[in-house]
């Protein structure tokens, strides 16, 4: 359902390029996508989710070819299509959990708010077990409650397609292992495809399917990318 | 729009205190200048139509704006006194009325004016309630006196001596308190009203104290000689105008030397005022007689040349102002970057954050213009008080 062929992609001023032949993501599978840093795993979420354009090749998401959208219309795609989950939250701290939790609705028109989108924000954060902590600030909150109300935020628009880019990156073992379960929980209940960024390899196991970047680059290339990982660490 | 402005102002609610201070810097800056200005214009009215409505006031030679300071505002400007044979003369020479004053004397902070009944009439104030003056000892208030000192008819007020240390001079008057005047938005209204002869007796002028050839006590009396009765201090002088004790009270004196700061002058016509205005200048009379408006016109002209001065300075500190508000935006916009991109990822376009970002600002000089024009309301009720302490 999400295939991308012939990608090409590199950054200006920058030597990095990310090249993938053929590569399918099935409907409501969980992937996990894993590799050195700077192998473009970030990079290719990215560009699933339009906010960067590759330079050939195709990304087709059911019918729809993202990488032909105009800005508006990969916007538009994103919004209606994509819940992001990321390594530092994101969440923002001038809004508590509800609000933080309604955002995608109050920052595009395509979306309304009703009382079904309400009552959509307690349900998510009863399921995710901080519907106690609605009317906090992020600031007020732990690591792991951070992360389920920026899981509740991705899936408050009823995602197709679940992108999260390490998610568990920043949590002890004990919320890892919750924050993913929700993740896995929530796809196998709405069919959602997960497509996860993780250097995480206890948590492999549970994913349908892994897909290293390593393989899907050169030798030569890895072994760049990880002497240049090196000398900047 | 409405999630842009929600967005905003949870941004600004959050930011409670950093805002306040950048919405407080704005509303002064908003503020003074316009502030000031409406201040000055207000005065300029209200200090014109009053001197507009003086057509001369006479007294002795000297600073005519002093003069006219005391005459108008009943400032505590001393004066050289003129005497009530002045008054008299000019009375006599038949081109219209004088209306002496006699200020330098407060009762509670609040300015005692002695003079006649006329001064009402020429002014046209009328009671709220009370009635005139009828009997030595008298008073009536202005209404700010009245509701400051939460004073009505009836009530005494006991003026205040000069100095505390000056027994030999001003001794406290008790007086009645037969009227309260409506309000009138100029200096009348913080004014206490009495007889010039009340004022008088403030000054040591007249007294009255217990009837010495009644009085068997030998040592009440200094000296006896040719019926000249010379009193030891242990007389009992009155400090309060009775039925009883009225008759007691007594100037020393003619009362044609009894002094007077200055009087208004009200021509019957206007070639009656040209001509007395010659005899000044010729200098037939001796006093001086100034034009208050002139003398207010000239007053105002120099605080005009300060205000430019001052126009300038605001207008530099609010171009710097305006540099350092951009500056703030421009940092805050940095350091709100990875929320800025957040929002892109999630779905909002560019022209949304701008809108949002413009909104904080929006409504960041809203509220500023808001508590602006509020000071520059309620600035409108301090005329009087900026002309006191701030033009006189």
Redesign the interface.
């Known amino acids: 359902m999400l295939r991308i062929q012939n990608l090409y992609f590199k950054y200006p001023k920058s030597d990095f390029q990310l090249q993938i032949d053929d590569l399918l993501f099935n409907k409501g599978e969980t992937h996990a996508l894993i590799g050195p840093s700077g192998s473009g795993k970030t990079t290719l979420l990215n560009l699933i989710?339009g906010?960067s354009t590759p330079h050939e090749g195709r990304i087709k998401y059911k019918d729809i070819e993202v990488s032909k959208l105009s800005e508006?219309e990969r916007?538009?795609f994103?919004?209606s299509r994509i819940g992001?989950v990321?390594q530092d939250f994101?969440l923002?701290?001038?809004?508590n959990v509800f609000?933080n939790i309604m955002?995608?609705?109050?920052?595009?028109?395509r979306l309304k708010?009703d009382l079904q989108v309400r009552s959509r924000i307690k349900l998510l954060s009863e399921y995710a077990g901080i519907d106690k902590y609605l009317s906090k600030?992020p600031k007020n909150l732990s690591q792991g409650e951070r992360q389920r109300v920026a899981i509740c935020?991705a899936l408050v628009t009823q995602p197709e397609l679940i992108l999260a880019d390490e998610p568990t990156g920043n949590l002890d073992p004990k919320n890892k292992k919750k924050i993913l379960d929700l993740l896995f929980k929530y796809c196998k209940e709405e069919g959602t495809t997960l497509i996860t960024v993780t250097h995480d390899h206890e948590l492999l196991p549970d994913f349908d399917e892994v897909i290293d970047f390593s393989k899907l680059l050169s030798e030569d290339e890895i072994n760049l990318r990880l002497n240049k990982t090196n000398t900047e660490s | 729009m409405k999630n842009s402005f929600y967005l905003a102002f949870q941004y600004i609610w959050y930011h409670k205190i950093r805002t306040l201070i950048l919405v407080a810097s704005i509303t002064i800056i908003i503020f003074i200048p316009n502030g000031l200005e409406k201040l000055i214009t207000e005065s300029e009215v209200r200090m014109m139509d009053r001197a507009a409505t003086t057509p001369l006031i006479v007294g002795e030679k000297g600073s005519s704006t002093d003069l006219v300071i005391n005459s108008l505002y009943f400032q505590d400007e001393k004066l050289e006194p003129i005497s009530m044979a002045e008054v008299n003369e000019l009375n006599s020479l038949g081109f219209g009325y004088c209306i002496p004053i006699l200020t330098g004397f407060n009762a509670r902070s609040y300015p005692i004016v002695g003079t006649t009944l006329d001064y009402l009439k020429f002014r046209n104030i009328s009671f709220s309630e009370g009635k005139k003056m009828a009997s030595l000892g008298d008073c009536i208030l202005g209404y700010n006196v009245a509701e400051e000192l939460n004073l009505k008819t009836g009530d005494h007020i006991i003026s205040s001596p000069e100095s505390f240390f000056d027994f030999a001079g001003v001794y406290p008057l008790k007086m009645k308190i037969t009227g309260i005047l409506n309000p009138t938005n100029t200096p009348d209204d913080r004014a206490i009203f009495t007889d010039i002869k009340n004022t008088w007796i403030i000054m040591g002028i007249g007294h009255g104290h217990q009837d010495l050839a009644d009085e068997s006590d030998p040592t009440l009396v200094m000296d006896n000689e040719d019926g000249v009765v010379t009193a030891t201090a242990k007389v009992f002088m009155y400090n309060e105008i009775t039925d009883k004790n009225k008759d007691s009270f007594h100037f020393h004196g003619q009362q044609q030397d009894f002094p007077v700061s200055s009087m208004l002058f009200v021509p019957k016509d206007e070639k009656s005022l040209t001509i007395l205005r010659g005899r000044f200048e010729s200098g037939e009379i001796e006093t001086q007689a100034v034009v208050p408006q002139q003398v207010v016109r000239n007053l105002l002209n120099s605080i005009f040349r300060i205000k430019q001065i001052f126009d300038g300075v605001f207008i530099a500190v609010g171009f710097a102002t305006l540099l350092i508000f951009i500056l703030i935006m421009t940092l805050t916009i940095r350091l709100r970057k990875d929320e800025i991109n957040t929002l892109e990822i999630i779905g909002s376009s560019r022209f949304k954050v701008a809108g949002i970002l413009s909104m904080e600002i929006a409504i960041m000089f809203i509220a500023s213009l808001a508590f602006a024009f509020i000071l520059y309301f309620v600035s409108g009720y301090y005329v009087n008080t900026f002309i006191e302490k701030f033009i006189l």
């Open positions: 989710a906010i508006a916007r538009g994103r919004i992001f990321f994101k923002i701290n001038y809004l609000e955002l995608p609705y109050r920052i595009n028109a708010i600030y935020r």
